[in-house]
């Protein structure tokens, strides 16, 4: 019998699902397939024109980025010391998803804090659709990250593609057909091999100078004296 005089603590279970219970759509229909996915539009923010000693190197810069990352609020972050530039994709505010959140104010609040003050004049914000631009990224790769042959724009690379596609498909049928008709004469050479697989084999006429060597039939052929 449970004797303790308070109730006991509620555990991280019942808390998630109390989180759980926050209306929120997670569902994308994408190919006559439905996929869950924890954010639908997200933010991206890029504070540019820092100052490079406030920053100080490129380890320190490594080393805020590794913290930037820490927050569970924020998906991708970019610290580039050479450039004076930081670039943050995180979970807004005032997005509906039941993840962590955190303002653009808020980032800038811990930059300060890190020794990394930010110019108002120097912040550019956009939204990102988390669906087409990260995940479709990671798995679709090969028709996010398409890239045009090099001396070919992505402009002429598309124009040229159609008809590149349509010969490399009929090289390759080309190269299927010669490997079924090596692999057919290869069994009707071999007739122990082909019965072994249920292969029918149709024989096939020596031609002349099998029958001079006598490789079918059995027989010794024969052989001309000197002129």
């Known amino acids: 019998m449970d004797r303790r005089e308070s109730a006991p603590e509620e555990s991280g279970f019942l808390k998630d699902l109390k989180t759980e219970e926050i209306e929120y759509d997670d ?53 580039e010391f050479i450039r004076n530039r930081i670039t943050i994709t995180y979970n807004p505010t005032d997005s509906g998803n039941r993840k962590e959140k955190i303002s653009q104010q808020q980032l800038v609040d811990f930059l300060a804090k890190e020794g990394v003050y930010v110019d108002p004049a120097h912040v550019a914000e956009r939204d990102v659709n988390y669906f087409e631009d990260i995940y479709k990224y990671q798995f679709e790769p090969e028709t996010i990250r398409e890239h045009a042959p090099y001396g070919y724009s992505l402009k002429e690379w598309r124009s040229m593609k159609p008809a590149w596609e349509k010969k490399r498909d009929e090289t390759i049928k080309e190269k299927y057909s010669k490997f079924q008709e090596w692999q057919d004469n290869y069994l009707d050479s071999h007739p122990d091999l082909a019965k072994e697989y249920g292969v029918v084999t149709k024989p096939k006429d020596s031609s002349i100078m099998e029958r001079i060597r006598g490789k079918k039939g059995g027989d010794k052929g024969f052989w001309f004296h000197g002129v």
């Open 27 to 79: 569902k994308v229909e994408y190919k006559g397939k439905t996929y869950r996915v924890p954010y639908k539009m997200i933010k991206e923010v890029v504070f540019s024109n820092l100052d490079q000693s406030e920053l100080g190197d490129m380890e320190h810069s490594a080393r805020l980025q590794y913290r930037l990352l820490l927050l569970d609020s924020v998906l991708k972050a970019k610290v």
